[in-house]
């Protein structure tokens, strides 16, 4: 995006061209908004004010909570203004933000979401040195590490897209500054680096994936060994949940970067994206409260 003496803002995609249907989309998107927000600051007061849910896994569930918040945070409000005011504006400074966050919070989120599943293999697994694997100190360190390898991946991949030089126009064809489409802007071979540092990206969060599969191997063989039918189903409703939530963020995601071009369409493109940036973060309590007896308590004591 170097270009940028003569770009001072990106068009963003419109999701409707009548005035009722742009109304609808920021209703819709408005809806999911307060949803996320309710749902996820519920999760963070609660975890936050009950002592008896200040174990490790809450601790990450709330950490959690906050990517999910600042996740929907940067796209949605946004598309809902440009719905409302009839505009497709988004400043180069804001578009700019935008890949940053979307970097940061993606890639901070899915090395939460695998420490996330360390501490379930712990917690499962090896229960006897649960207490002192999973320290105070140790939460802490994993929670900094998570939220400090989403920041290197924000600064590193937006240091990179900037300096691109755009050659072919300011419309970007999503309703959020996304690299992918940021790339097709650019003049030609330009992006190539970029593209590089996405697949060390993917290869890096596959990494992760494959640890987060082999845990769960781990954890479904120890699980259906145990002889009670109620440690079966509380073994399982601690993880499933988290199961869950990973497959949803690893395959919108994965599928949004690595679909091949004949799978691509304006159309299809802006609904895996909405698949893995806003669905998510509003379906994640949802998730986690449904089947967490403990969490369910806390929540009736709140409200």
Request: glycine letters at 4%.
């Amino acid at each position: 995006m170097s270009n940028s003496s003569s770009l001072n803002e990106f068009l963003l995609l419109a999701f409707a061209d009548t005035r009722e249907l742009q109304l609808l989309h920021f209703v819709l998107f408005l809806g999911i908004y307060l949803a996320a927000l309710l749902g996820n600051g519920l999760i963070i007061a609660v975890v936050a004010c009950d002592h008896r849910l200040h174990t490790p896994m809450y601790f990450f569930l709330l950490n959690l909570s906050l990517f999910d918040l600042a996740t929907i945070t940067m796209t949605v409000p946004k598309s809902m203004a440009n719905s409302l005011w009839d505009t497709r504006s988004i400043s180069y400074l804001g578009c700019t933000a935008q890949v940053f966050l979307a970097f940061f919070l993606f890639g901070g989120d899915f090395s939460l979401l695998t420490v996330m599943a360390y501490d379930r293999y712990i917690a499962i697994c090896r229960p006897l040195h649960y207490g002192t694997i999973m320290g105070s100190r140790a939460c802490v360190k994993m929670a900094a590490a998570a939220w400090g390898s989403g920041l290197l991946n924000g600064l590193v991949h937006t240091a990179n897209t900037i300096s691109i030089p755009l050659c072919q126009g300011n419309v970007v064809d999503q309703f959020f500054c996304e690299v992918p489409q940021m790339l097709k802007l650019s003049c030609a071979d330009s992006y190539l680096r970029e593209v590089g540092l996405i697949v060390v990206t993917v290869c890096l969060m596959f990494g992760c994936f494959i640890f987060i599969v082999l845990s769960y191997m781990q954890i479904f063989t120890v699980v259906l060994r145990i002889p009670s039918e109620q440690g079966r189903h509380k073994a399982f409703s601690m993880c499933l949940p988290h199961l869950a939530v990973v497959f949803l963020f690893i395959s919108t995601a994965f599928f949004a970067y690595l679909k091949p071009p004949s799978l691509s369409s304006p159309a299809m493109d802006l609904v895996v994206t909405v698949l893995y940036a806003v669905v998510p973060p509003a379906v994640n309590p949802l998730i986690y409260s449904m089947r967490n007896k403990e969490l369910k308590d806390a929540l009736r004591k709140v409200i």
